[in-house]
Every structure is written in C-alpha cells, then in structure tokens.
C-alpha cells in the first residue's frame, strides 16, 4: 500500500485511533463531517459522505478506503441512520469504484449482530466460563436501527464486491469507549477492543490479501463472543489485549 | 386468519395473482401506489408505502400483511430503491408493529442472491443436470440495487421480528414475468412462480406457524437452484407446476 488512503469519520473515536496510531505507515487522506479544531497533519477534507460531490475530491488518486463515517448512536433514528449511514456508505463505494480504488475496509458493527444477546443468553454470555461464540458465519440479526444499517453496509459491500471486484473488510468493532475496559460493564469487558488492537486490525486489512471479509474486530479478551479465529487467519491479526489482564494504565489514543 | 390482511403492491402482478387468486379465502384490504383503474372488490388505499400517514389508515385493525409493494425494476436506481424499497418496508413495518399486527409476509427476491449467478456458473446453474443449490442458508448475495433493497428488507424484518416477535416470512420470489414458463430463457425456466403456486405459496404464508423464515418461491422445476424443501417443511409449501411439464395453455392471474 504505497498509495494515498482515504478515512472518513476522522474526527471520530475510531477514527483517530486509526489515523493517528498509524500516521507513519500511511499517506492518508481524512474526510471530517464538519471543520476540525485542530489542522490535522494530513490533507483533509469536509463534507456529507452521501453527497457525491463532497466525496469526490477527497477521493482522488487514493488507493484504498477505510469507511467509518456515519451516526454512531446506538439509539440513531432510521432516517439519520437510513442517510447518514446506508447512503453513506453506497455513494463512499460508488466513488471508490469511480475512482478505481482496489481495498475497501468498512467500519461495521458488533450491533449488526445485537439481538444475538437474548434475555435468555445474558449475561451469561459475557462471562469467561460461557461458550457462546459468534464467528461471522452467522446471519446478521440487529439490535436496533444502527444495527440494521451496518448489516446494510456489509450487503452494500458484497454487491460491489461481486460487481467490481473491490476487496471488502468489514471490520464488527467491539467497544472502543474508552482507552481502558469498562470497569463495571461486563459487556462491554467481552467485546473491548484497545486502542493498540484497534490500530492493528485496521492496519492488517489494509495489507493482508482477501477478496470479501466479515471479521470481529475485538481484543483478545477471556469474555468474548466473538471468535476472532477468522481475522487471525485471514487478516494476520494478533492482538496484544485483554480485558481480563488490563493493569490500570490507561492506552491514550 | 380470521382478521383482515393488508397487501401492498396490490395493483401490481405479484399482487393481483395472489388477491384475486385468494380472494374467497381472505378478507383484503389493498394498498396501491396510485389509484386502481377498476375499483377492487375489497376496501382499498392509495399512498407512498414510505409515509407512515399514508400506510396508517391501511393498517387500522390488520393481523397480517403481505407486503409487495415497492420499484419492481430489476435496473432500478439507487435512490428509488433507497426510498421505495428499504424506507418503505421499514415504515410498513414500524406501523404493522403500532397496529399489533402478528405476521407479515415479505417479497423478498431472488436478486437477493443474483451475484451467484456468475460467469462460471451460468448457464449449466439453469440445467436440470446441474447440482448447484442455494437452500437459503447462504448470505444474500446481490446481484443489483433491487437486490440490496431486497436483502435488505430481510435485516428489517430480523430485526422487527427479535425486537417485536412479529412472525416473518421472506419469500425469495423467482420469475412470475409470464402466466407460462419464459420460451426461450432457460434462467426464466430454472425459477419460474406459476401463478397457481404463486398464491398457494403466499397461502401458506398466511397459515404456517414460524418464526422468521427466509423461502424460495418458486414452482418444482427441473432446473431449479433454489431448494424448496424448507418451504415444504415449514410453510407446507406443495407446488402443482414445474417449467418442464408446461403443457402449452397459459394459467391466467
């Protein structure tokens, strides 16, 4: 990947995780919803990811797309999720093959598969002692409109996957809230993703070989439901945390 | 199903074949996008599916629907889609779920999984001595922005049937283009609806105990790769017709 790569959210959580971790081992491009308050070191540009015209010239020359923009509420209503998130996306990809982009890694959701998490189910799920495993070869079921959009953007992916010949990643992000794992939050314990692993697995779709990825994008954590067996093998990922182990300092982003 | 069922799309093929076919053996209410040019024998509607306001008046004292309605065009645009198809099945649903509706059959289609129709594939996939199978276990692969739109009412109704317990059924409608197997197209052939089996499939629908069902609507083809055999086990699904026996005289919707 010698080429430029654009990331969109770059003013979010995730997305500074990403840029700024591995702001020596890329070109990026960042695409900020509005103005940010600090110039960042990248060119960078603004605007509404459905709109076309403002994808556009931050999609130029790039070589591949990391995809994380979108209202990232839990609780979102359908039509901001409905334009800010699968519109969003669709036009992100329809740019991306306009512009002949080879790698697209696109920021989906442990929400795509919420409803896994049945009253029946927790909390015991969440616990070490449990063996509930999702591995990815599951159909999405959401936990909410957020949910369903980001089950739609991995749908978005697979057409144009199939279409054009596009690389896929889509990445199920656990809980990146906060720099440490949530101390009294057994959820999220189970899907934590440190912000090192976070950097990491992104870094690893950039460069690992694949055609259409769906991987969980968490630490290595003793509580979690989610195998990462598939972006091991697939993607290369080898995480270094684990909620279980965390030790009191803080990873600041 | 005693109450009255709601069917959108009333004025279109898939939805005259299945009220006009079963009309002595429910009580319809007919929604259509414009207004019918001959008045329906049922109490009927007319409205944009996408506007709850339009859909309420429709839903008032519903126990099912059957909800067809939505841009048929296999190279329809991203925006119609986005709007006719994925908000419309999305507020259909919201106001069945305001209405306390207990089922709601979905036309799904089967461009939901046009992207295995590849190069390689075809045509052999369309020939009675090909082995190639989908049995609806498979993720939703699609083939075009239809069939985004189409998967993507499939999330919808997960995720309305884990939140609400609605009971949903998608049926993966094949080709009902014709009242007799398409001539000289052997895709055509491979997934031909009848319209005799057509209702009786959409009857099923509205009598089988399930959950959420995902179910290829087609007839009993020679050529088929769409297994039927889950919507003989869970709707008692018993198609009468297969492409390869037509005899000649057209079953008129």
């Keep these: 990947m010698d080429g430029p790569v654009l990331l969109t959210g770059a003013g979010g959580h995730v997305g500074r995780t990403v840029w700024q971790r591995l702001a020596d081992r890329y070109d ?33 020359g790039v070589e591949a797309v990391v995809h994380l923009a979108g209202d990232p509420r839990r609780d979102a209503p359908w039509h901001s999720v409905l334009t800010n998130n699968i519109d969003g996306t669709h036009t992100v990809y329809e740019v991306a093959i306009e512009e002949g982009v080879d790698r697209f890694v696109y920021a989906s959701s442990n929400h795509a598969v919420g409803a896994f998490e049945t009253p029946e189910r927790t909390p015991d799920m969440y616990r070490s002692d449990d063996d509930f495993l999702l591995d990815g070869s599951e159909f999405p079921r959401p936990g909410n409109k957020y949910g369903i959009s980001k089950a739609t953007g991995e749908l978005i992916g697979r057409y144009f996957h199939d279409e054009y010949d596009i690389s896929v990643c889509n990445i199920r992000i656990g809980n990146l809230n906060e720099e440490h794992p949530p101390v009294d939050y057994e959820r999220g314990q189970a899907m934590w993703l440190s912000p090192r692993d976070c950097a990491h697995i992104h870094d690893r779709a950039l460069q690992a070989d694949y055609e259409f990825e769906i991987a969980y994008g968490i630490s290595d954590n003793d509580r979690k439901y989610y195998s990462i067996e598939r972006a091991r093998e697939v993607l290369g990922y080898d995480p270094q945390d684990n909620s279980a182990e965390w030790d009191g300092t803080e990873q600041t982003a």
């Design 28 to 60: 990026w491009r960042l695409m900020y919803h509005s103005q940010p308050d600090e110039k960042p070191e990248f060119p960078y540009f603004t605007g509404e990811v459905q709109d076309h015209e403002d994808v556009r010239p931050a999609m130029e």
